[in-house]
């Protein structure tokens, strides 16, 4: 009888992932049907028969089971859940109006942030940046008010001559009218978005594009 | 639980296994099926079937006392549970009924 059992190598593949209790059983099943096949077929054959036929028992039902570590804290945790859960069912009115609540000023604190943290993006790249100002305007007539950054080109010299605290003024220009055509050398090329800046050399100066400032 | 359904292969592994009565087995109920539908199913099929029908509470299995296979380990055998007879039992019913509420019209081929 023992030249009829089906190779060690397979048993013990189907020993390994299989579950403790159904192990001996389908073996047992498998091992009748084994030499049965064995009557009237090649052993090489009928081995190829048995390997395939473990195979199909790679179904989560005949798996043996993963063990699960119960750790108290994570029993503890869907506890918790459950409990936070019916709570929230229980006093709907309440829980409504303290989730919303949350909602609301997580939103505005994240809102509030993202415009300060834009805010303070500016002008991070020069020593004195504190000290950097953007001139604007507001112009408000009886019908509307206008805000914006266009401003007189004079106005260098009116702020230089009657303001002591400001020590440079620059000034730049876009160009909004076609694309212009330069020329350095022999190079030409075209060029988007051109500004016309006139700097005094101390202030180091990064234009964005489209940025209006 | 899962409701009463009852898969095609489920309500026949089921059945043989009231046929076996007390030597219900993997392989001798993939041996009585073979024998009353003339198909052959997959071993692994009839064993998934096995357990899934005693997680759903239709089987039980026990372990044969005192009688062994031939390689000296204890049989697991399965038996219907009283729940598993109800259900086989309400299948049936179901089938009878809906048989019934079949019009004789179509059995003598008056449709056509």
Same mark, same amino acid.
């Not at chain 1, 160009?175 to 212009?180: A, F, I, K, L």
């Not at chain 2, 309500?11 to 024998?35: F, N, R, S």
């Not at chain 2, 029908?53 to 062994?68: F, P, V």
């Given at each position: 009888?023992?030249?009829?059992? !089906?190779?060690?190598?397979?048993?013990?593949?189907?020993?390994?992932?299989?579950?403790?209790?159904?192990?001996?059983?389908?073996?047992?099943?498998?091992?009748? *049907?084994?030499?049965?096949?064995?009557?009237?077929?090649?052993?090489?054959?009928?081995?190829?028969?048995?390997?395939?036929?473990?195979?199909?028992?790679?179904? !989560?039902?005949?798996?043996?089971?993963?063990?699960?570590?119960?750790?108290?804290?994570?029993?503890?945790?869907?506890?918790?859940?459950?409990?936070?859960?019916?709570?929230?069912?229980?006093?709907?009115?309440?829980?409504?109006?303290?989730?919303?609540? *949350?909602?609301?000023?997580?939103?505005?604190?994240?809102?509030?942030?993202?415009?300060?943290?834009?805010?303070?993006?500016?002008?991070?790249?020069?020593?004195?940046?504190?000290?950097?100002?953007?001139?604007?305007?507001?112009?408000?007539?009886?019908?509307?008010?206008?805000?914006?950054?266009? *401003? !007189?080109?004079?106005?260098? +010299?009116?702020?230089?001559?009657?303001?002591?605290?400001?020590?440079?003024?620059?000034?730049?220009?876009?160009?909004?009218?076609?694309?212009?055509?330069?020329?350095?050398?022999?190079?030409?090329?075209?060029?988007? +978005?051109?500004?016309?800046?006139?700097?005094?050399?101390?202030?180091?100066?990064?234009?964005?594009?489209?940025?209006?400032? | 639980?899962?409701?009463?359904?009852?898969?095609?292969?489920?309500?026949?592994?089921?059945?043989?296994?009231?046929? *076996?009565?007390?030597?219900?087995?993997?392989?001798?109920?993939?041996?009585?099926?073979?024998?009353?539908?003339?198909?052959?199913?997959?071993?692994?099929?009839?064993?998934?079937?096995?357990?899934?029908?005693?997680?759903? +509470?239709?089987?039980?299995?026990?372990?044969?006392?005192?009688?062994?296979?031939?390689?000296?380990?204890?049989?697991?055998?399965?038996?219907?549970?009283?729940?598993?007879?109800?259900?086989?039992?309400?299948?049936?019913?179901?089938?009878?009924?809906?048989?019934?509420?079949?019009?004789?019209?179509?059995?003598?081929? +008056?449709?056509?």
């Amino acid at each position: 009888m023992n030249d009829r059992l !089906p190779p060690l190598w397979i048993r013990r593949f189907f020993a390994w992932f299989c579950r403790e209790e159904l192990r001996d059983t389908v073996e047992d099943d498998l091992i009748t *049907l084994y030499s049965r096949k064995r009557r009237n077929m090649a052993a090489f054959k009928a081995n190829i028969w048995y390997f395939f036929t473990v195979l199909t028992f790679l179904q !989560p039902f005949a798996l043996k089971r993963i063990q699960t570590n119960h750790l108290n804290p994570i029993d503890m945790f869907y506890n918790n859940l459950k409990i936070g859960i019916r709570f929230m069912q229980k006093h709907l009115i309440y829980s409504t109006i303290n989730v919303l609540g *949350l909602a609301v000023g997580l939103s505005a604190v994240i809102l509030i942030s993202l415009f300060i943290i834009d805010e303070l993006s500016y002008d991070r790249f020069h020593t004195k940046g504190e000290n950097i100002v953007r001139v604007t305007y507001k112009l408000e007539t009886p019908n509307s008010t206008r805000q914006g950054a266009k *401003l !007189p080109f004079p106005l260098k +010299g009116a702020l230089e001559s009657n303001y002591p605290e400001v020590i440079n003024v620059a000034r730049f220009y876009h160009w909004s009218g076609d694309t212009p055509l330069l020329a350095y050398g022999d190079q030409k090329h075209t060029e988007d +978005g051109m500004y016309f800046g006139g700097l005094p050399h101390s202030i180091a100066f990064r234009p964005e594009p489209n940025s209006g400032l | 639980m899962k409701g009463t359904y009852l898969g095609e292969f489920e309500e026949l592994v089921l059945l043989t296994t009231g046929i *076996l009565y007390d030597d219900a087995y993997g392989l001798a109920i993939k041996d009585e099926l073979e024998k009353q539908t003339g198909r052959s199913p997959m071993i692994s099929s009839v064993h998934k079937a096995l357990v899934r029908l005693e997680d759903k +509470g239709y089987l039980k299995s026990y372990m044969q006392s005192g009688a062994t296979l031939s390689r000296g380990r204890p049989k697991r055998l399965y038996k219907l549970t009283a729940l598993g007879k109800r259900v086989v039992n309400q299948s049936r019913e179901l089938r009878n009924n809906m048989w019934n509420a079949i019009p004789k019209v179509v059995w003598s081929g +008056g449709e056509g």
